[in-house]
């Protein structure tokens, strides 16, 4: 058993954690990234290449594959199976050809099924990947396996695009100007496309590109790839990109400015003031997007608004830390890898959500991209308005580097300075820091094959009264094969280190969490692949005594028919650091020092995504603080009229029972959702939340018209109610425009 060390000692012991730290930053550099050294000139898939040459006559995008050039494109066939198994040729069959004019990069894919319907969830752009039959393109122009672009679309012709990043990630939030359509027949779909090379960015004279292309086949089961990819990984893996090689270097866009302006008007009511406080709303601003380059690109906002932006969905909030939720403004997304990968999902130095929200943005500009193959640049700076003691103008600069070394890692420096302006005593007294700098180094680590990835990262904050104790270390290591998925993940946070742009729901502490998962695969029956997997997290003060520990214990189950079903049971001990109302609805807070431990079990399923009525449900029973017990039923239903109708309803309810004073406590979030695609243009979103702990209701609608590619009419309406007794709090009404102009 751990015994508790004096606080005297607890330099000591930090000294020590981070001496272990270096040494662990070490030991994988030397016997991981040195061997991937001898491997860097030539990735996995070098050999399969797709030959690009000039259209040879227009190509029109309409689904039909009757254009002469077609005939002369290269062709890429024979896709591999990547799931339900990766050891043979695609059951169904993909044909992709690609071609190029001084403007666009076309492509156009002829995707054959088994007789019968495809399966989509609506029109909705940017959809679900495991819902839909799709093709997608995944595209590394710089062919440095790690930054890239992807385009695609599901088989009723919604489109999908986003900026890859991490070496398989996408973000579905970027969005650009291009065209495509879908055609369907009784044995295929075709999707043909054109993408503008002003859309996307890349480093002129480069011949090879990485590139790869997706399908998933939900009649069939099967996701497959033209180049191979190991089942375990996503298709999206640049690590497993063929090449696209053109016969010439690409064309260099011309002068290619953007300008994107916007205009609105609105109302908006507040019931909860007498008389009720009417505000009326007519604003104009916009975005200027500038190609310095082909790879970097000058960012320019003036007056931005976000209101079509979907409010965030609601969750239940019984956890003794502040909430995360992600960032979905279109003018914080290009590139906001360089900035919002730095950290771990709850060490982030950098969240761009604490910027603008609540408060007016005056203007703002980022200069980010590519300098050269290996090195990448952000650079951005935003200013908020004055409006009040606790809300005085700020300035938040952004400085981040990326440079790639060996086979696909990359070291990262990035240096974040939040200034209040006009400084004075008011501001202090309402708790505003003058100043808070941030400053600090990451390696992320990602072998040729990306079955070893890790990262470790050393920040340290800077503010005027807090000093000593104030920097983050942390690292991870991550063996990943088509069995095994073991990893090790250690933290430390030091109790002054304050990141006020980041995001740090907790400080002063070490972490401690190894994880590991084993999978089967049989070769027949109902299941493609099932296993168990188990992690440990260990949160100790600086003093290293225990505050925190859970055990996890899960068997997973992964069905041919892409359903998952998964049994697990847990161990929790907490020591509480602070007042905590364990229902957190005002009650009475369990005092700090307070010990508490319990076990618990529960349940997930998610139905196969073929079907037109999905379900999806979790459970979890078990011990709670103060020696309760806690039940909680999460559910979704949904139905679909593909392509056009998706309806779903999901709940949350949560029974808890503890001794006096919260006695017995039970809430529902309850929240229904309907989507309507009248076409693959032409939008409306409609959702409700009912949320018992937080006693509120809240309606969300948005109609949405892309009346021209990249220009939007947007109108969104808001409503906020009490729910007992049922009275309006506050209604939102806003109408906008948006325009897409290349000058």
């Not at 996995?44 to 030959?51: A, C, F, G, H, V």
């Not at 016969?247 to 866009?253: G, R």
């Not at 300075?417 to 400084?423: D, G, T």
Request: net charge positive; charged share 20%; with cysteine.
């Amino acid at each position: 058993m751990l015994q508790p060390i004096k606080s005297g000692n607890s330099d000591l012991i930090i000294r020590t954690y981070t001496a272990f730290s270096s040494c662990f930053l070490y030991f994988f550099i030397i016997f991981f990234i040195c061997p991937n050294s001898e491997v860097s000139a030539q990735k996995k898939n070098e050999s399969y290449e797709l030959k690009l040459k000039p259209a040879t006559s227009e190509i029109k995008i309409d689904g039909v594959m009757n254009d002469p050039a077609w005939n002369d494109a290269d062709l890429a066939s024979n896709f591999f199976m990547v799931q339900p198994m990766d050891t043979s040729f695609a059951k169904v069959r993909t044909d992709v050809k690609m071609a190029y004019d001084k403007d666009n990069l076309y492509i156009i894919a002829v995707c054959y099924h088994e007789p019968g319907p495809y399966f989509v969830e609506s029109l909705r752009r940017d959809f679900a990947f495991g819902k839909n039959d799709n093709f997608l393109l995944f595209m590394d122009p710089f062919n440095d396996l790690t930054n890239g672009f992807s385009f695609g679309s599901n088989a009723a012709g919604a489109q999908w695009d986003g900026i890859m990043y991490d070496g398989s990630k996408v973000d579905l939030s970027w969005d650009n100007k291009w065209v495509s359509v879908v055609k369907n027949y009784s044995d295929r779909w075709v999707f043909e496309a054109a993408i503008p090379f002003k859309s996307i960015r890349y480093k002129p004279g480069i011949t090879r590109w990485g590139i790869n292309f997706s399908r998933m086949d939900l009649k069939s089961t099967e996701k497959s790839s033209w180049a191979p990819v190991p089942r375990q990984f996503a298709t999206a893996s640049l690590a497993y990109t063929g090449s696209l090689v053109w016969d010439q270097p690409p064309p260099v866009p011309g002068q290619n400015i953007s300008v994107i302006p916007y205009t609105l008007g609105g109302i908006s009511n507040n019931h909860l003031v007498s008389p009720i406080l009417r505000d009326h709303r007519g604003e104009i601003g916009g975005d200027v997007k500038v190609a310095i380059n082909s790879s970097l690109n000058l960012d320019l906002t003036v007056n931005p608004d976000y209101s079509q932006v979907e409010v965030d969905r609601q969750v239940p909030n019984l956890d003794r830390f502040e909430l995360f939720f992600p960032e979905r403004r279109q003018y914080f997304l290009e590139n906001g890898d360089l900035f919002a990968n730095f950290g771990y999902q709850n060490i982030r130095p950098f969240f761009s959500r604490r910027i603008g929200l609540g408060v007016p943005i005056q203007y703002g500009a980022r200069l980010s991209g590519k300098l050269n193959k290996d090195l990448r640049i952000s650079i951005m700076n935003m200013q908020t308005e004055n409006t009040s003691a606790s809300e005085p103008a700020q300035n938040f600069g952004v400085f981040a580097l990326q440079r790639r070394v060996f086979a696909r890692s990359n070291i990262g420096a990035i240096v974040i300075n939040k200034q209040s302006l006009n400084f004075d005593a008011d501001n202090a007294a309402a708790g505003v820091s003058k100043y808070n700098r941030v400053a600090g180094l990451e390696y992320n680590l990602a072998s040729a094959n990306n079955v070893w990835t890790g990262k470790a990262v050393t920040m340290k904050s800077f503010s005027p009264d807090k000093k000593g104790h104030d920097l983050m270390q942390a690292g991870n290591l991550r063996y990943w094969t088509g069995n095994w998925d073991l990893n090790w993940q250690h933290e430390y946070v030091g109790r002054n280190y304050n990141a006020e742009v980041g995001y740090v729901p907790r400080r002063g502490y070490i972490n401690l969490s190894p994880q590991a998962s084993y999978l089967f695969f049989p070769k027949s029956g109902k299941l493609v692949s099932h296993g168990p997997k188990f992690f440990t997290t260990n949160y100790f003060d600086e003093s290293f005594k225990r505050t925190d520990n859970t055990n996890y214990l899960a068997y997973n189950m992964n069905f041919r028919s892409r359903a998952t079903f998964s049994v697990w049971g847990a161990s929790d001990y907490v020591k509480l650091l602070r007042p905590f109302d364990p229902t957190n609805a005002g009650i009475a807070t369990l005092p700090t020092g307070s010990e508490h431990s319990w076990k618990s079990f529960g349940t997930e399923f998610v139905s196969r995504p073929q079907s037109l009525y999905t379900f999806s449900f979790s459970s979890r029973y078990g011990g709670y603080y103060s020696n309760g017990t806690r039940l909680n039923i999460t559910t979704e239903f949904g139905y679909r009229f593909q392509p056009y109708v998706s309806f779903a309803l999901s709940s949350s309810y949560n029974d808890i029972k503890l001794p006096h004073p919260w006695n017995n406590r039970q809430f529902w979030l309850v929240g229904p959702r309907l989507d309507v695609t009248m076409t693959n243009k032409l939008f409306f979103t409609g959702f409700v939340q009912y949320n018992e702990q937080s006693d509120n209701i809240n309606v969300n609608t948005r109609l949405q018209w892309r009346y021209k590619p990249a220009s939007d009419i947007f109108l969104v309406y808001t409503d906020n109610y009490l729910p007992s007794p049922f009275a309006v709090k506050n209604r939102f009404l806003v109408l906008k425009m948006t325009y897409w102009w290349n000058m």
